[in-house]
């Protein structure tokens, strides 16, 4: 018999479907619709409109030497997200051929969260009911990633890590569903050291995110969604490539077992 809280294994949907977002996308996150399978339809069209976007990401970070892949979240209620579908996003995530290396570096036994794609780090492009984000995440599981930018920080000091986020003002550093947060832009080594006493890779997510609000009223909605949103979020993830290379295990960025 299957367990029907076990986490599912979604496949991705064919095709993409490009274009500006729409006020369902957001309309069918809300409230009772968001647990409602007569809604599916809404949310497979949302989750296609944001793996069209990964992709196009993908693309643009591929020109510039990283090999990243774009996968979406599941869009119908399932017990696996407590028959719910509050928000939705496209991630880009390490290739194959680099998880494999770090499937060697880590062996069989200590990389099984690696087959759970989003238990990695990863750049995310997202929407709920009343906004859209942007973010780089660690998640709590991916404790190898976590602990390769402790190590990087601890062996090389702050300053490479302090100067990147300071690149990325607009965006936030935080701590899992902390209420506390840290100001890119005007991060000191102080408010880092701080973070780094509370951050433990293995249990808590790393996150560095930047949201806007999305209007719940129709019309102010579809006038803010006749802009270049798509656009914008497509430069903003752009923006945290470079964060994303020095947090990550790489081959060019290997302190995951440095003492």
Not at 150 to 158: I, S
Not at 176 to 190: A, I, N
């Amino acid at each position: 018999m299957t367990n029907p809280s076990k986490e599912p294994t979604p496949s991705e949907p064919k095709g993409t479907l490009r274009g500006p977002f729409e006020p369902w996308d957001f309309e069918a996150l809300s409230g009772p619709r968001s647990r409602s399978p007569e809604y599916n339809e809404k949310r497979l069209e949302a989750r296609r409109r944001l793996l069209a976007l990964g992709k196009d990401a993908a693309k643009k970070v591929k020109s510039i030497g990283v090999s990243l892949e774009a996968r979406s979240s599941l869009h119908n209620p399932h017990a696996f997200n407590g028959n719910r579908v509050s928000r939705l996003w496209a991630y880009l995530v390490r290739a194959k051929t680099e998880k494999a290396r770090l499937r060697k570096v880590l062996g069989s036994d200590l990389a099984k969260d690696l087959d759970r794609a989003y238990k990695n780090i990863y750049l995310c492009l997202a929407i709920e009911h009343d906004a859209l984000e942007v973010s780089l995440r660690i998640h709590a599981d991916a404790w190898y990633d976590g602990q390769n930018l402790l190590r990087r920080v601890k062996a090389e000091g702050l300053d490479g890590w302090l100067s990147v986020l300071n690149t990325l003002d607009g965006f936030r550093l935080g701590l899992d569903d902390w209420k506390g947060e840290w100001r890119c832009g005007k991060l000191t080594r102080e408010s880092l050291e701080e973070y780094l006493r509370h951050y433990t890779p293995g249990e808590h997510q790393l996150l560095v995110e930047r949201r806007w609000p999305v209007p719940t009223d129709p019309e102010q909605r579809k006038a803010i969604l006749a802009g270049e949103v798509s656009e914008t979020m497509l430069a903003e993830v752009l923006r945290l490539v470079p964060l994303y290379e020095y947090c990550a295990w790489s081959r060019t960025s290997d302190f995951l077992f440095e003492s």
